[in-house]
Every structure is written in C-alpha cells, then in structure tokens.
C-alpha cells in the first residue's frame, strides 16, 4: 500500500533453465561515476555548477563515501528566491527497465524549507531529447514524456530536514487538480523514510516501463539495500517512442534562503538491480 499526495513451465524449459541461471546473465551498465576522474564535462552531458561556490569536485575526506573524490552541489542563497545547481546525462534513444544506484549526504544543515527537487529520471521522445523539459504543471499525454523525481519532501514541516523521501511523479493517469495546473504526484511508503542529515546513504531506484497499451509499469526505490516502496499497474506510455533515456543530479530549492549542499558518490545505472557496495 502507498499513499499519494496532489502535488510457469514445461518440461524442456526448465532443463534450459537450469543451464542458463540468473547469475550468468550479464547486466549492462549504461553509464558509472564514481567522480575520480576530475572531470564532470567529458562524462556528463550538462553541468549546470556556475561558480565554484554552487559545486564541483569534494576532495576533503569528510565529504567522500569512497576514493578521494565525490560531487558537491551547492544551491546558494539566493534571497528567496530559486537557486540551483544540477549534472545531466542523456542516453538516447533509450530503455526500457534500469536501475539508478548512487551515495548521497546531506549537509548537516540541510533545510530546503517546503519544496525542491533532487534526482530526476525519465523519458523523452526518442527523437527529441528535450521533449520533458519545460513541462512543469502538466499532464504527461502518454507519447510526450513522463518522469519520476527521487526528492525529500518536508510536506509543509509535517517532516524534519532535509524530509521524507518519496517518488515525485508525472505520468498520464496521475491524480489531477481542477485549476489544470497539475505538478507531480508525491508518492511516499506508508512508513515514511526521513534520511539523517550528516550521513552517507545508498539510493536505488528502478523504473519499468509498460508495454504500450498495457498498465505494466512499475517503479521502486531502495535505501541502504532495503526496499521501501514498489509501485506497480503504472501506465507510463502509450507508445515505444517513450523510452528512459536521461537523469539528472540536482539540488534545486524553490526559495533559497541559505545555503544547501548535498554530495553524491559512486553513481552506476544498469539493467539490473546493483545494490549498495560491498564493504570489509
């Protein structure tokens, strides 16, 4: 159960089966960053870190889960008004099924205040790889984009900083409001999650599209290797022009009245479950 919130086998085949295990099957990865390198512009598509003050490489120990490096987004004060600092990264035309497995840290003093956005994951047409930009407020039509945000949310104070983590999803039979202007629906466990601020977790997410013109969808997120919530009967599409084909890392608050930071390690996206490192 989750609560939303208005924002098999023959004989023959089962010799086969034990032949071919799930084990021998080879994920592929689609795109890792484990931030070692020292460059952000050759692996991701847009880096959107205007001064050094908004982000960059972390180098200080204290800030890095593992190697000498992570990624700092800053979103500085901005006198209430927004303020962002965001990675993007693009792989058209796209999949069908993929697992996002990254390390995150929120700043001790974390506390974006009611609204804001974190990790956003997605589909574009295969064709235009911007078709879910600028769609804020509006109803995904089933062949021009969906998306599903990873983001803590404080609902109004009702949970502390940095939040509860949930989806914030767009699709087309998302619950709706009279004044057409419809922002994502905020999908939480029903027993919400309110990370600690100062710490390293581990995030999953996975995201199954439907097979057009079936209700067959579904997505799940992981905290620490557990699974907290797993949405299914998801319509995600109605057509196979849709496909998952870009994230984003971002630290967007809606009106920024301090400084907030968070950093992020070890990102790897594959067709398969990755689950968190394995540690001495």
């Not at 889960?65 to 990624?71: I, K, P, V």
């Not at 390293?200 to 067959?216: A, H, Q, R, T």
């Amino acid at each position: 159960m989750t609560r939303f919130y208005s924002f098999f086998l023959p004989s023959l085949l089962c010799c086969l089966l034990l032949v071919i295990s799930p084990s021998q099957v080879q994920a592929e990865i689609i795109f890792a960053d484990d931030f070692e390198t020292g460059e952000l512009t050759a692996n991701w598509s847009q880096v959107n870190i205007d001064t050094p003050a908004h982000g960059g490489f972390e180098t200080n120990p204290e800030h890095v889960f593992s190697g000498s490096r992570s990624l700092r987004l800053t979103a500085v004060a901005n006198d209430g008004k927004s303020s962002r600092a965001q990675v993007m990264r693009w792989f058209m035309p796209g999949y069908n099924r993929l697992y996002y497995r990254w390390y995150a840290k929120f700043a001790p003093d974390f506390d974006q205040g009611n609204h804001m956005h974190w990790t956003m994951i997605g589909g574009n047409n295969i064709n235009d790889k911007y078709s879910a930009f600028g769609k804020a407020g509006i109803v995904p039509n089933g062949t021009d984009f969906f998306t599903s945000m990873l983001d803590p949310w404080t609902d109004w104070k009702k949970y502390p900083a940095p939040g509860a983590i949930c989806f914030a999803s767009s699709w087309p039979e998302m619950k709706t409001k009279s004044n057409k202007v419809n922002y994502s629906n905020h999908i939480l466990p029903e027993v919400p999650f309110v990370p600690e601020r100062g710490r390293w977790y581990c995030f999953e997410v996975m995201i199954g599209l439907n097979e057009p013109g079936k209700s067959d969808g579904e997505q799940a997120f992981w905290i620490d290797g557990k699974k907290l919530l797993h949405m299914k009967d998801i319509r995600w599409r109605d057509s196979d022009i849709l496909k998952l084909n870009f994230m984003w890392f971002a630290v967007y608050i809606h009106k920024a009245v301090q400084d907030n930071t968070c950093w992020y390690d070890n990102l790897v996206i594959s067709t398969e479950y990755i689950g968190p490192l394995k540690t001495d």
